[in-house]
């Protein structure tokens, strides 16, 4: 393959939205930043140059970084920050990946801006498993505050007061028609009437879960999480943050413009979330409108509402490998890991202000009752590496401490999370199968889980308790789709499948921004296997230190 050489400058930029200006943490300027394309089989090497006043690292989103956990990217995990007036080169190879990635900031809110597209196209001299598409168009979903995010993001993870409305959501930066001084700068998408486009759609969005349309047209899946699926067609799509969702769509309605649309799938109740639409336009080059087409107004796509997690279920569900696949059987690590919110006392003599939850509680996320925290002044890779003790522990528990009935609004006092930096060790080629359980404690919510370093098989998705005697019939061993986050139905479990193949320290959490805050997240460590071959590389010598 071929190698790709990049500079990424993270700086702040004035950038204008909703009409106002803020100072933006950007790379290159560009908001969002710069798509990378290359081939599957091709190497990237991108140095970051921190020109901001903040501490920065990019995270490659569903790299499998083979033996270069160092350039993965997520801080105090794989490596220390890039401090201001540093740089730090990412260098990684794409190995038998193809479709759609994204990069973000792996820095506290950071990735509310600094964002983009990865674009790996099939191997030099190769072709797309589906007809060729005419074009191809990154669609990036994101999420616009009308304040600097940082302020948001923390209030939010210390106190989880309502923290998710943000002030528009986002098509490639732009908010669109619906919202004030935005409508000149709508991103607009052109095609040629009766060609077939690929739309590459990435949720970038901090805290939400969105479903995606367009105005009167179909999508063909064709792919997800840099995996090929097999192929299906819907009008709506639903991604978590951090999932990507490639479609085709054949420009087969008469000549005119259509709204694409986003807008939030909230199924926490009572949860307050952004209620508001982003829209870009798909339009037609040809229209020779005469008299009764339609000339300025795109026409109007209809989405779920957005409590509707039915058509969420009924779309998730969907997906499938394109043929028969080797799911790794005989499983060796037979883990289950409960996912969710919960409450946790407030210290003593904290501000009010500093907890927000119900009778002087403060909220919290836990993976298995354990509040996930990083360190400070190590990453968990160098201190894996160089056996530097007292750094974590390796007492992640493979199941919860108590069981109980998940879906119900059970007391807290069943559920109080523990704070650690607990790790869980796997052995080179375990066969691993993770229960993604998702509790009810405070509220009941849909989790985007994402694991880095790996694809994983999603073999199962149901409601109500996981229940291995009745669930495991329902196991698709057979097709079922590789993705490298999850959606954890609200009130009901996922279950993955994967082999743990690269050795590293892989971070695995809710890819909503704030839960990852209150600690919902945790660890695998993945030692090395006899060769070198399945040995974690040696760092780079630029590697940040804390
Ligand atoms: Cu896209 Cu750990 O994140």
Redesign the pocket.
Known sequence: GKTHYHDFVIQATPVKRLCKTHNTITVNGQFPGPTLEVNNGDTLVVNVVNKARYNVTI?W?GVRQMRTAWADG?EFVTQCPIRPGKSYTYRFTIQGQEGTLWW?A?SSWLRTTVYGALIIHPKEGESYPFVKPKRETPIMLGEWWDTNPIDVVRRATRTGAAPNVSDAYTINGQPGDLYKCSSKDTTIVHVDAGETNLLRVINAALNQQLFFTVANHKLTVVGADASYVKPFTTSVLMLGP?QTTDVLIKADQPPAKYYMAARAYASAQGAPFDNTTTTAILEYKTASCSSNCVKTNPVSPSLPAYNDTATATAFTTKFRSPRKVEVPTDIDENLFFTVGLGLNNCPKGARSRNCQGPNGTRFTASMNNVSFVLPSNFSLLQAHHQGIPGVFSTDFPAKPPVKFDYTGNVSRSLWQPIRGTKLYKLKYGARVQVVLQGTSIFTAENHPI?L?GYDFYIIAEGFGNFNPKRDTAKFNLVDPPLRNTASVPVKGWTVIRFVADNPGVW?M?C?LDVHIGWGLGMAFIVENGVSELESLEAPPVDLPVC
């Open positions: 995270h989103h997520p973000h792996h951090g994402h880095h971070l959490h890819h």
